[in-house]
């Protein structure tokens, strides 16, 4: 079994994710992988729905930890709870540095969310500069620490490691970088480890089969419903 989980980022209206769905349903198998799609706002609800009837969960990309207020285009989790969605994302990297999310503020949201009895994917990974500096383990120990602190229970807890590096860039980590990092990640802490980085439906397999690899969190190909179904199929002989 993998957890196999999409971000869609800022991409697919209502029409889009529904056309989407007509084709990946089309060439999806049955598995027992467990399948979940992160996306944007504005679909959420559409998605949340399909996904009780085609069996998969729905993730929110983002959501502000306070309960309301004046938060100036931020949603809530109650605001996500009600879309029907059960799972959220904290610490891509792109929230990371395009709206300088910090390791505190990151924490802040992980608590929160599992407090409410959300399922959390946590992304950490390290730049190209820091991996060049040998600080790979450095980083990924730090923001572990510092996303966690105070985090007393696992049970919902995932987590991806995305070099950010791999991100979008068609640069995935060599199997052995995989492979090495999350035999370390592992060491640090015990839950679902999920790959992002450019995995796709041609190397899907190839990193599926890397010890402590227990899923993927897919961007880019995960887009497209021929290369999605493709990489959620995986396990049917
Ligand atoms: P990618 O994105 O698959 O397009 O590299 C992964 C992610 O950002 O989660």
Redesign the pocket.
């Known amino acids: 079994m993998k957890i196999i989980a999409a ?1 869609w980022k800022m991409n697919k209206t209502n029409k889009e994710a529904k056309a989407f769905f007509v084709e990946f349903e089309k060439l999806r198998r049955k598995t027992n992988n467990q399948i979940i799609f992160c996306a944007p706002f504005t679909t959420l609800s559409t998605v949340a729905k399909l996904g009780k009837e085609l069996n998969f969960a729905a993730g929110a990309q983002n959501f502000h930890p306070a309960k309301n207020g004046a938060f100036t285009g931020e949603i809530s989790l109650s605001m996500v709870l009600e879309t029907g969605a059960r799972v959220v994302l904290v610490g ?1 990297s ?1 929230r990371r540095t395009l709206f300088r999310e910090t390791d505190e503020f990151i924490n802040e949201k992980i608590q929160v969310a599992l407090t409410a009895g959300f399922k959390v994917i946590f992304c950490i990974g390290e730049t190209l500069a820091e991996r060049e500096q040998g600080k790979t383990n450095a980083v990924l120990k730090k923001q572990i620490t510092k996303g966690l602190k105070d985090v007393v229970s696992y049970n919902n807890l995932i987590i991806a490691y ?1 070099p950010v590096w ?3 860039t068609g640069l995935t980590a060599t199997n052995a970088q995989i492979k090495e990092t999350h035999a370390y990640i592992k060491t640090l802490i015990d839950v679902p480890l999920l790959y ?4 796709n439906e041609k190397n899907c397999e190839e990193i599926f089969a890397i010890p402590n690899v227990d899923g993927a ?5 995960s887009l497209v419903a021929e290369k999605f179904a493709v990489m959620v199929n995986h396990g049917r002989k």
């Open positions: 971000n891509h792109e995305e791999a991100i979008g992002g980085g450019s995995a969190l897919v961007g880019g190909a």
